[in-house]
C-alpha cells in the first residue's frame, strides 16, 4: 500500500500517459495483430485463419508494387533530403549574406502540410499546363516532363515534392551540428592547409555523425507513413503505379472493406519500423550508456 | 560587424573581395533558393490569372491582368462533392479542432514532463519509453483499433474525438520536450520549494509554470503547425462535420466535376497553409527551435 501511495500525486498525473501508452501504443499492436490472424472483412470477426492474410498480402502485385515504391522513395528521398541538406547548411554555415533569408526561404517547405505540397508539384507538373507547357512556349519543343502519368517515373516526381519539403529540415539539423564544431579544430586544419571541402566531407561531416544518425532515423521513420503527400500529388496512380504500404493499409481498411489484409499488412509496416529503428535505438540507450561507463 | 571578435573565427570574416568560388557559392545557393520558391511563385501568380491565360500563357510568367475570381470562390463557393461551400467551413473546423487540441495536449505534455522530471517513482520511465516508441508507430497500425475504442465510449466522428487523438499523437514528443527542459533546471530550485512546504501542484504552478515559456512557446508552434496539416487523422476520426482544412482542400482539388479551375484549387491551396506559414514567418528563430527540439533530444 506504501508503495502506491507515495508520490500519489506524480502517479495520477501521470495516468493519461500510462492508459494511452498501455491501451493506444501498446494495445493497438496486438489488437491488429491478432486480427491479422482473422479473415475478417467488413466488421472485425475472431475467425482464425491462420497466416494466410500474410501469404495473401505477400502475393498480393500490389503490396508489391507498394514495397518496392517505398523502396525506392525511402531511398532516394532520404539520400536526396541528406545530400541538399547538408549542402546548404555547408553553403549557409559560409557567413554568407543574407544568411537568415536563406533560411527562411530553405525552411518555409517544411511548414506546409503534406496535402499542399503534393498539390502544388501535382500542379507544377502537370504535364498539360505545367512546367512542359512553360518550356515548349520558349521554344524547347523536345522537353519532356510527363513524369506524373508515367508509370515508371511517377514515383519520382513524389520523391521530388518530398525533398523539396523536408531538405530545409535536414539542414537546420546539419547546421545546428556545424555551429557546435569547436574553432579550434577549424584553426588546426586551415594550418594544416586542408582545402574546405577536404575538411567538410572527411573531418567535419564525421564530427557531425549524431546529427546525421538523428536526421536518418526521422527521415526514415517518416518514409514508412508517406500516405498524404502521394494521395494529394497522383492518388496512388496512374494505375496503382505509386501506391505505397500506408495507401494499401488505408484502402483495406476503409474502402474494400478487407479489414483482415489491412491489419496484416500494417503488422509488416510495423515490423519494418521496427527494424529501422532497433538498432539506432541500442546504440542511442544501450551502447552510449556503456560507452559513459 | 565587429572586427575585433572575428579576427580569430575559424572561418575568418567575411571576405572583402569576390572570389570566383565565392561567385559560383552565390551562384549555387541562389539557384536552390529559386527552386525552393518556384512552387510558392506558381501558386501565387496561378491563383491570380483567369483559365483563358492559364491555358494559353506560361506557367511561370505573372499575370496579364489580375483576376481576382478564384479567391472568393475559392473561399465560399467551390465545392466538395455535392456541398458548395468552398474552404470556409473548413477553416472554421480546423480552428475548432487546433485550439482545443493544441491546450489539451500541451497541458498535458508539461505535466507529464513535471512529473517525470522532478517525481520519478519506479516505473515512470518504462511508461515513458513506451510513450515515447509510440511517437515512431506507423498511424496506420492505430487508426482502426483507435476507431474502434472511441465508438465504444462513444466520441467516434466527433470534436472531442479528433481532440483525443491529437492529445494521444501529440503526447510523446510533448512529454520529451518538457521533460528535457524541466530536467535541465536547477534541482536546487525545486528542493528550496520542497523545503519551503510546496507540494506537487504548488511547485507546478508557482515555481515551474512561470518559468515554462519558452519551451511553451516550442510546444505549441510544433503543434499548431502538426495539427493544421494533419489530413489523415482529421479524415478518419473528425467526421463529416468537423472535416479540417486540409480534408477539404483536397476534395476541392481532386472532386472536380466539370472544368477543373486551376486558379480556384492553387487560391484554396494557399488559403489552407496561410495558418502555417503565418507561424513560420513570425516565428522564425522559435519555430527552428520547435523543430529542432522535436527532432533532437536532450
Redesign the interface.
Known amino acids: 500500500m506504501y508503495y502506491l501511495t507515495k508520490n500519489l500525486a506524480s502517479k495520477i498525473s501521470l495516468l493519461p500517459m500510462i492508459i494511452i501508452s498501455l491501451t493506444v501504443f501498446v494495445g493497438c499492436i496486438i489488437y491488429s495483430f491478432i486480427y491479422s490472424l482473422t479473415g475478417s472483412k467488413l466488421i472485425p470477426a475472431l475467425n482464425y485463419v491462420g497466416f494466410q492474410q500474410y501469404e495473401r498480402l505477400f502475393k498480393s502485385r500490389k503490396w508489391d508494387v507498394a514495397v518496392e515504391n517505398i523502396f525506392i522513395y525511402g531511398f532516394v528521398f532520404t539520400i536526396g533530403c541528406l545530400v541538399i541538406g547538408f549542402l546548404l547548411a555547408v553553403l549557409i554555415d559560409q557567413k554568407i549574406r543574407g544568411e537568415s533569408l536563406f533560411r527562411t526561404i530553405f525552411l518555409y517547405p517544411y511548414a506546409m502540410s503534406f496535402v499542399v505540397t503534393g498539390l502544388v508539384w501535382k500542379w507544377v507538373l502537370n504535364p498539360t499546363f505545367g512546367l512542359e507547357h512553360s518550356m515548349h512556349l520558349w521554344g524547347f519543343d523536345w522537353f519532356k516532363l510527363d513524369w506524373l502519368v508515367n508509370r515508371e517515373l511517377a514515383i519520382y516526381a513524389v520523391c521530388i515534392a518530398a525533398v523539396w519539403q523536408g531538405a530545409g529540415f535536414v539542414m537546420v539539423l546539419m547546421l545546428a551540428g556545424l555551429r557546435g564544431i569547436d574553432e579550434d579544430i577549424w584553426k588546426s586544419l586551415s594550418i594544416e592547409g586542408i582545402p574546405k571541402w577536404r575538411s567538410y566531407l572527411f573531418v567535419i561531416l564525421p564530427m557531425i555523425r549524431p546529427m546525421v544518425v538523428t536526421s536518418i532515423v526521422l527521415i526514415a521513420a517518416g518514409v514508412v507513413k508517406v500516405y498524404d503527400l502521394i494521395l494529394a500529388l497522383t492518388s496512388g496512380g496512374p494505375g496503382y503505379a505509386t501506391t505505397t504500404p500506408a495507401m494499401y493499409v488505408m484502402e483495406n481498411f476503409f474502402s474494400r472493406a478487407n479489414l483482415g489484409q489491412a491489419f496484416a499488412a500494417s503488422i509488416i509496416m510495423f515490423i519494418s519500423v521496427v527494424c529501422i529503428l532497433a538498432p539506432w535505438a541500442y546504440y542511442e540507450f544501450y551502447f552510449r550508456n556503456k560507452e559513459a561507463k | 560587424m565587429n572586427i575585433n571578435s572575428n579576427n580569430?573565427?575559424?572561418?575568418g570574416?567575411?571576405p572583402k573581395h569576390l572570389t570566383i568560388g565565392r561567385i559560383g557559392?552565390?551562384g549555387?545557393?541562389f539557384m536552390?533558393?529559386l527552386?525552393?520558391?518556384?512552387?510558392?511563385y506558381?501558386?501565387i501568380v496561378?491563383s491570380l490569372k483567369d483559365m483563358d491565360e492559364?491555358?494559353s500563357?506560361?506557367?511561370?510568367y505573372i499575370p496579364k491582368a489580375l483576376s481576382f475570381y478564384a479567391w472568393p470562390k475559392a473561399w465560399s463557393e467551390a465545392c466538395t462533392g455535392f456541398v458548395c461551400e468552398g474552404l470556409k467551413p473548413g477553416l472554421i473546423n480546423s480552428i475548432k479542432i487546433t485550439i482545443p487540441s493544441v491546450i489539451v495536449s500541451v497541458s498535458?505534455g508539461a505535466?507529464?514532463g513535471?512529473?517525470?522530471a522532478f517525481?520519478?517513482?519506479?516505473g515512470?520511465y518504462f511508461?515513458?519509453g513506451?510513450?515515447l516508441?509510440?511517437a515512431?508507430?506507423?498511424?496506420?497500425?492505430?487508426?482502426?483499433?483507435?476507431l474502434?475504442?472511441e465508438s465504444a465510449i462513444g466520441i467516434y466522428s466527433s470534436l472531442p474525438g479528433i481532440i483525443l487523438v491529437h492529445t494521444?499523437f501529440g503526447?510523446p514528443i510533448l512529454?520529451l520536450i518538457f521533460r528535457n527542459f524541466y530536467a535541465s533546471l536547477p534541482i536546487d530550485l525545486f528542493k528550496a520549494a520542497r523545503i519551503d512546504g510546496g507540494?506537487?501542484?504548488k511547485i507546478f504552478f508557482y515555481v515551474i509554470i512561470p518559468m515554462s515559456t519558452p519551451i511553451t512557446i516550442v510546444a505549441v508552434i510544433l503543434q499548431v503547425?502538426g495539427i493544421?496539416?494533419?489530413?489523415?487523422l482529421g479524415l478518419?476520426f473528425a467526421g463529416r462535420d468537423n472535416q479540417p482544412m486540409?480534408v477539404q482542400?483536397?476534395n476541392i482539388?481532386?472532386v472536380d466535376y466539370g472544368v477543373a479551375e486551376?486558379n480556384v484549387?492553387?487560391a484554396a491551396?494557399i488559403l489552407?497553409?496561410l495558418v502555417?506559414?503565418f507561424?513560420?514567418?513570425i516565428s522564425?528563430r522559435w519555430?527552428?527551435r520547435g523543430?529542432?527540439a522535436g527532432?533532437?533530444?536532450g
Open positions: 580569430f573565427q575559424p572561418n570574416p567575411r557559392m552565390y549555387f545557393i536552390c533558393a527552386f525552393f520558391l518556384m512552387p510558392l506558381v501558386m496561378t492559364i491555358r500563357e506560361n506557367l511561370l498535458l505535466l507529464n513535471y512529473a517525470l517525481w520519478r517513482f519506479k515512470a511508461f515513458f513506451l510513450c516508441f509510440g515512431f508507430i506507423p498511424y496506420q497500425v492505430m487508426v482502426y483499433p483507435l474502434k475504442i494521444i503526447m512529454t507540494n506537487f501542484i503547425t493544421w496539416n494533419d489530413f489523415l478518419v486540409t482542400l483536397n482539388v481532386q486551376y484549387d492553387m491551396t489552407t497553409s502555417p506559414l507561424v513560420y514567418f522564425g519555430f527552428v523543430i529542432a527532432a533532437i533530444k
